[in-house]
């Protein structure tokens, strides 16, 4: 690999933030994480404010696993501000959640969701689960890199 691959989770429970960080390690395919603890911090960091003020925003996450259940922000409003905005509506966004209830699938693809995925909770599923969503997403997937809008 040329540059490295980011992928932005945003997830609250530390136990799956691990568990989805081993399972990527073990495959090889991303070479760097962001973790957002909550909407919020995953706002600002795609957004640059906060504690990333000053980060360059033309260098975004080639991915997004995004929960919906988080506090501060939850997370469909942190799909809805992904997709409204033309810097980041581009980045593949990919639902992983405890949550199979039909209404919840349904808002996460009205909302722009590119994929919705019920976390497993066995280990081996979820390690397979990880694999093909990390090959598919990070290896064959073509992606295209919005340049930033200029500042003023």
């Known amino acids: 690999m040329n540059e490295p691959i980011e ?14 960080l081993r399972a990527f390690a073990r495959q090889k395919l991303c070479t760097r994480f962001q973790v957002a603890r909550d909407g919020a911090e ?6 640059g ?4 003020v000053g980060r360059d925003l033309g ?8 929960d919906l259940k988080l506090p501060k922000v939850d997370g469909l409003e942190v799909l809805r501000a ?9 980045i593949p966004v990919v ?10 699938i349904l ?8 994929s919705y995925i019920v976390k497993p909770v066995n280990y081996d599923q979820f390690m ?14 073509q992606t295209v890199v919005v340049a930033p809008l200029p500042a003023g």
């Not at 992904?82 to 581009?90: A, G, V, Y």
């Not at 808002?107 to 590119?114: M, S, V």
């Open 49 to 52: 404010h906060g504690a990333y």
């Open 42 to 47: 995953a706002l600002d960091y795609l957004f």
């Open 7 to 20: 992928i932005l989770l945003v997830e609250d429970n530390p136990n799956d933030v691990e568990l989805t």
């Open 95 to 104: 639902i992983l959640t405890s949550s199979s209830i039909e209404r919840d």
């Open 128 to 141: 397979a689960m990880v694999n093909a969503l990390g090959t598919y997403w990070l290896k064959f997937n």
């Open 59 to 66: 260098q975004q996450p080639k991915l997004v696993l995004l």
């Open 82 to 90: 992904i997709k409204s905005d033309p810097q980041t509506q581009l």
């Open 107 to 114: 808002a996460g693809y009205e909302r722009g969701a590119n």
